[in-house]
Structures are given as structure tokens and as C-alpha cells.
């Protein structure tokens, strides 16, 4: 019989334990065992580090949000300082993905006082605040220039750690549910934050087991997750009530970037990703802005000889027109993009409804081969599937292949669902934020919006009148505390599914939070 191995923990060894696997003393297995070195894990078990005069924060994310938020804290006092930690190569990474993307906002509500100061302090050019950037000018005329302009200007008080994704985020060694201030434990508010990291390795170098490393870093006074939540793996599910489609969950485990595209975040048409609609059988799914921006460029991909074949654009709305401008909108190049999406809807809605109105059969197969642009509304989506396909359409067209295979139903066509080959599929319908980061913390999530309760409650009572959320006021400082003393979300990750957050309510809510912090600083520097 085999025997297993088990685990037992060895002694103590410098505050930290070590563990190694043992065998009954009859295996024929001889393991040497020796303690292991305890410097690996010993922030993650160590108690309040030794005072040094320093407090400091850690900030998930050096997007927008998360370089305001540095630039706010080293402002706020002397003794702060900040590690700001980035998954991806460099600071905004995330921006760079939809750096061909057009902002409808000016600079005047993307450059923060504080980047402005950042950058007029080091020299460099405050950009045009009358100007609306596309992404990657966003990047490179104010966020890098921002980035670097805090390491130059605050030294060794600020540092930027790129290529390293904050996995989980604990509070010295206490569990989540220890320690509760409700019922007059207040351990938590002297705590250090320790984070479990994972920082990607260089190509050149070798490591035996993963091309990542994980560590813990702690001594942190405080922490500020501003990591957003515009990923492909926080996409909402397809299906009803935003639950996933059937068999989605097992496309996006299979999904790789050499099968057919399957994009959940916006792509770029007219550039890299070109490939993927130039001639193809496309469907969007959603009615962002994110997908009007999306097929207005399939209509400049179209005038320029390469357009997709057919676009099949679904919504969940009701109305035969995707978007309802804002009379007088302040932004003007947000109403022009909503008219001119529009506009590919407008002859072809009617249409596309009589004629399908009128076909009497339960289930109605769609090609996506014929030269129609076609939005259908108030559409559920049921099922996709990647298939071969060797089949004759309803229009009498035959396509053998590989090809996404899209199942739904229309309000507007009570009884009747279509199956719809396509090609390529663009699912632009919402982002969740991801709660694996706090997990081990005190939060309280909204149940509805999945943001911080406080924020999330005052967030509601604001749109019981409805409006743009261009009349949105700045939060109060209350509304972003959470039961985790010095533990906050700031930027669309602390609005949740809300889709309504702006930058410069992000940027107000950094300058409030560096206020907190520059007491906490005072306080622990009062003799």
C-alpha cells in the first residue's frame, strides 16, 4: 500500500513556522530535513514593525486614480510614503489597451490639480485642458510624464513596482472574522497590511517551478486598492439577468488568443486587431459606449474597402435606437458619438423587425453573410458555442468552417429564436469588481452594486432623480470608509457595477482620503 505523506509543522523558528513533509518511520524513503529559513515568511507573521517615523500606504493600481492618489498622499505630509504596485509593464498599463480610443472628456476632467502640480513641478508640459485625448495620448502626454515626475520629485518616498499583481491583502495576522470593532476590539486600527504579491520574472531569468514569484510585504499603514475593474476576467455574463450564457463559461476556460476572437474588452478595428473584422462576420453585444465606439469604427473599417461582411449588433434595451441623447449635453463628443451610432441603426431596425415578424418558424438560422448592418433590440442571449459548420442559411448561403454559434431571443419577436453564425464576437456588456483582494478583510459590499456599502448607499439615494452623470457631486470623506480601518477603494472599483463613476470623482476622493492619512501621519509623529 502506498503510504502518503503528511504535513506537520516543525518548531517555532523566529517568530515564523516553517513545515516540512514526513513519512512514517517504515518508508523506505530517507528525507533529509532541515528548518527552513524564515526570512520568506516572517511580514507575514511579524507584528507592528519597529516605528521608523515613516507611515506607509500601498496603492493597488497606477492607473489614473492610483497616480493621483500617490501624488495626493506624498503631498499630504512629510513622514507618508507610497509603493504603488502595477501588474502590468508600466504605469496606466490598462489605458494603454484602449490607447486608440477617443475620451469624450476634455483634460480639464482627466488632469487632476495634483498631476498638474506633479507635472509643472518637474518641468515638463501640463497638457492642453481644453483638448480630449485619445488613450495613449492620455498616456504619454500626462500619466508616464506623472509617474516619473513623483520618483524624481519625492525620491525614495515614492516607488513604483510594475509587473507585480497584488493577489490577497491581510491585516497582521488576524483573521476576518477576529477583531471586530463593532463589538469593541480596536486591534485592527494598529495592525500593519501585509500583501501576498506575485512579481513576474524576467524572461532571461530561471526559476525551477513558474515565471512568478510570490512574496509578502508588509508594514503598511495603510492601503488603497484603485486596481479598477476593466478586465477581460471581470466581463458581466451574457446571459439573463447577467448570469453567463449556456456554454460561455466553458468558451472563456478554453478561450485562446489563437481561436476565433471572443473579445470582452473594447478592440482595436482600425489597428492591431484589424484581422478579426476586416471582411468577418462580427457581433457586439451591448450598448455602451464602448460598443457605439466599436461599430463606428466597423463603419470607417467599411469605408475603407476592409468593413466586416455583416454586424450583428444585440442590446438589451427596448428601443429601436441604441442610445437617448442628452439635450444640451455638456460633452459634446459624447452626443456625437451617440448620433452617429444611432444613425447605422436607424433604416434597418424597422426593417429587420417586419421581416423577421413575418417568418412563421420557431427558430430562424442567420448567417451574418449578408451586407447588412442590423441592430436588434431587447434581446436575450441563450447559448454560444464554438462549432464547425457545414450549413445552408435561412438567406441560402452556405458556410463550412469553424465559427461562433449564438443562440437568442427578442422581445420584439415573442416565440422565436435565432441561432446566428458569426465570426467574430465583441461582448462590451459591463465589468464587476473583483473581491478576491479583500477578501481576508472587513468590508461591507453593497448586495446590489458589489462597491463599499457606504459609497454605494449614498450613490443610490443620489440617482433616485435620474439625470447624467455629469451633475454627480464629489463624495464625502464618510462615504469611503470601511469597517477595515485605513483600508480604501477609490475610482470605478469602489462604484462597483455602477458604470456611472467619472475621474474627477476619483480625483476628489484621493485628495479626501490624503487627508485622512495626513492625520494618521500627525498623530503617529505627536511626541
Same mark, same amino acid.
Given at each position: ?107 480639464? /476632467? ?39 515626475? /513623483? ?43 501585509? /500583501? ?207 465559427? /461562433? ?123
Amino acid at each position: 500500500r502506498r503510504e502518503v505523506p503528511r504535513w506537520e509543522p516543525s518548531e517555532r523558528i523566529s517568530g515564523s513556522y516553517a513545515f516540512f513533509c514526513t513519512r512514517p518511520p517504515s518508508s523506505a524513503s530517507n528525507m533529509a530535513v532541515k528548518p527552513a529559513a524564515a526570512g520568506k515568511w516572517q511580514s507575514a507573521l511579524a507584528g507592528q514593525p519597529a516605528s521608523t517615523g515613516i507611515v506607509r500606504v500601498a496603492i493597488v493600481g497606477a492607473g489614473p486614480i492610483g497616480l493621483d492618489a500617490a501624488a495626493c498622499v506624498l503631498a499630504a505630509h512629510p513622514s507618508l510614503s507610497v509603493v504603488l504596485f502595477e501588474r502590468g509593464e508600466s504605469a496606466a498599463a490598462a489605458v494603454r489597451e484602449w490607447g486608440h480610443v477617443t475620451l469624450f472628456s476634455p483634460n480639464s /476632467l482627466n488632469v487632476s490639480g495634483a498631476m498638474a502640480f506633479i507635472l509643472a513641478r518637474t518641468g515638463r508640459a501640463v497638457p492642453d485642458m481644453t483638448a480630449c485625448p485619445t488613450g495613449r495620448e492620455y498616456v504619454s502626454q500626462t500619466l508616464q510624464p506623472v509617474a516619473k515626475g /513623483l520618483a524624481e520629485l519625492y525620491g525614495s518616498r515614492f516607488l513604483l513596482r510594475t509587473r507585480v499583481e497584488v493577489m490577497s491583502i491581510g491585516r497582521g495576522g488576524l483573521r476576518k472574522t477576529e477583531a471586530v470593532a463593532a463589538v469593541g476590539d480596536a486591534r485592527r486600527s494598529t495592525a500593519p497590511f501585509t /500583501l501576498l504579491v506575485r512579481q513576474e520574472l524576467d524572461a532571461g531569468v530561471e526559476h525551477a517551478r513558474a515565471k512568478a514569484k510570490d512574496e509578502y510585504v508588509s508594514g503598511f499603514a495603510a492601503v488603497i486598492d484603485a486596481s479598477g475593474t476593466y478586465a477581460r476576467e471581470n466581463a458581466n455574463g451574457l446571459g439573463a439577468g447577467g448570469m453567463p450564457a449556456l456554454g460561455e463559461k466553458e468558451l472563456e476556460t478554453s478561450y485562446k488568443e489563437d481561436d476565433l476572437p471572443f473579445f470582452r474588452t473594447l478592440p482595436d478595428a482600425l489597428g492591431k486587431d484589424r484581422s478579426a473584422f476586416a471582411r468577418k462576420r462580427v457581433c457586439i453585444i451591448g450598448a455602451g459606449y464602448s460598443a457605439a465606439t466599436l461599430a463606428l469604427s466597423l463603419d470607417q473599417l467599411r469605408a475603407e474597402g476592409e468593413g466586416p461582411s455583416h454586424v450583428l449588433w444585440l442590446t438589451r434595451a427596448s428601443t429601436a435606437l441604441p442610445y437617448a441623447r442628452l439635450a444640451n449635453d455638456p460633452l459634446p463628443s459624447r452626443d456625437s458619438l451617440c448620433a452617429r451610432a444611432n444613425a447605422l441603426c436607424a433604416n434597418i431596425s424597422k426593417e429587420s423587425d417586419d421581416t423577421q415578424r413575418n417568418d412563421e418558424r420557431q427558430v430562424k438560422r442567420v448567417c451574418g453573410a449578408c451586407p447588412l448592418f442590423v441592430h436588434v433590440p431587447d434581446t436575450t442571449v441563450l447559448e454560444v458555442e464554438d462549432v464547425e459548420e457545414d450549413v445552408k442559411f435561412d438567406c441560402g448561403t452556405r458556410h463550412e468552417g469553424r465559427a /461562433l454559434e449564438l443562440t437568442y431571443s427578442s422581445g420584439w419577436k415573442p416565440g422565436e429564436l435565432v441561432v446566428a453564425h458569426v465570426d467574430t464576437m465583441v461582448a462590451l456588456v459591463g465589468y464587476r469588481p473583483a473581491s478576491e483582494l479583500s477578501r481576508e478583510l472587513q468590508v461591507h459590499l453593497c448586495y446590489a452594486s458589489e462597491g463599499p456599502m457606504k459609497l454605494a448607499a449614498s450613490l443610490l439615494a443620489a440617482s433616485a432623480g435620474g439625470g447624467d452623470c455629469m451633475s454627480q457631486a464629489a463624495p464625502g470623506v464618510g462615504t469611503l470608509l470601511t469597517p477595515e480601518p485605513n483600508f480604501f477603494v477609490l475610482g470605478s472599483k469602489s462604484y462597483g457595477r455602477n458604470p456611472s463613476f467619472l475621474l474627477r470623482v476619483g480625483f476628489a476622493q484621493a485628495a479626501l482620503v490624503a487627508g485622512l492619512l495626513a492625520k494618521t501621519a500627525v498623530a503617529q509623529s505627536a511626541p
